[in-house]
């Protein structure tokens, strides 16, 4: 740009940069960070704040972020995450410890309380003695929903005769197509039901016996506690802050990310034992109730 030359649609009247300052900024995820934080250097008086809701692993693919956000970290007011995994990724990455912070997730505990059982399967189609599992993940190769299919096609003949699987989450990954092959393969397709994205969740869980999140990474994941708040026992992969939410022999099985074997014989545990699922389910309610429900 030639100096003096404005380009064209230049504001007549502008605003100088940086005409209104924020006392505070809060970044949270790591593009606002890196872009948000860096921009706030030219405003030294803001207070920063960053919130993490995920693992590092980003950091892998892209290098000079990781350098980026361990040279920001030390800039920040207050750094919060949202589980001691976070947070154990942060404090490897630099971040004062005395600037650290963990604030769970929560949610309303009330969504979860009054949902019709026998209505949600009657919508389904699905009988009232049936064995029902959900999934509530998109479709994203991370999400594990591979896995699952292996699982639940390697335990198949030690499941109930009249079992469903409620898959429910949008295909965001483009993956569905090649899920459906495989279900297809393993001769399980016609006990799945794939329901894309819907608003109706705390409807679907109340149809189902038990939930399923197989994830390969997680920060802290929201699914887990709906699903306990449902008064269902989880089966769930031991990744991120999964293993912060539920517990291993309480509220359900916890297993190894991607290990479809592991992950079958859990499945097929909770699928045999009815009041083992009625306890880790009731276990689960109160721990929601009294660790992260939202007051």
Known sequence: QKAGVKPAGWPRNKPAPFEARPDIL???????????????????????????RSLNLYQRRFPWLARLEHRLHRR????????????????????????????????????????????????????GDALVMVIV??????????????????????????WHLLCVGHDTGKIGAALRQNAVRDGIA???????????????????????????????????????????????????????????GETGILVPPREPVLLGEAIAVLAADAERREAYGRSGRRRVEREFALD
């Open 26 to 52: 809060h970044c949270v995820h790591w593009p606002a960070y890196t872009v948000g934080g860096l921009v706030s250097l030219l405003a030294p008086r803001t207070v920063r704040v960053m919130s993490r």
């Open 76 to 127: 920040m007011k207050a750094i919060i995450g949202n589980a001691e995994a976070v947070l154990t990724d942060l404090r490897a990455e630099g971040a004062p410890a005395e600037r650290l912070h963990l604030i769970r997730n929560g949610i309303d505990v009330t969504r979860f309380a009054n949902a019709d059982r026998v209505a949600a399967r009657t919508g389904l189609g699905i009988d």
């Open 137 to 162: 993940a998109n479709l994203i190769p991370y999400k594990g929903h591979a896995d699952l299919l292996a699982a639940l096609a390697y335990v198949k003949d030690r499941l109930p005769r009249d």
């Open 190 to 248: 016609g006990h799945l039901h794939w329901l894309g994205s819907r608003d109706d969740v705390p409807q679907l869980l109340a149809a189902a016996d038990m939930a399923v999140h197989c994830s390969h990474e997680e920060g802290f994941p929201n699914v887990i506690l709906e699903a306990m708040a449902a008064g269902l026992p989880v089966v769930a992969t031991r990744v991120g802050g999964s293993a912060e939410a539920g517990r291993d």
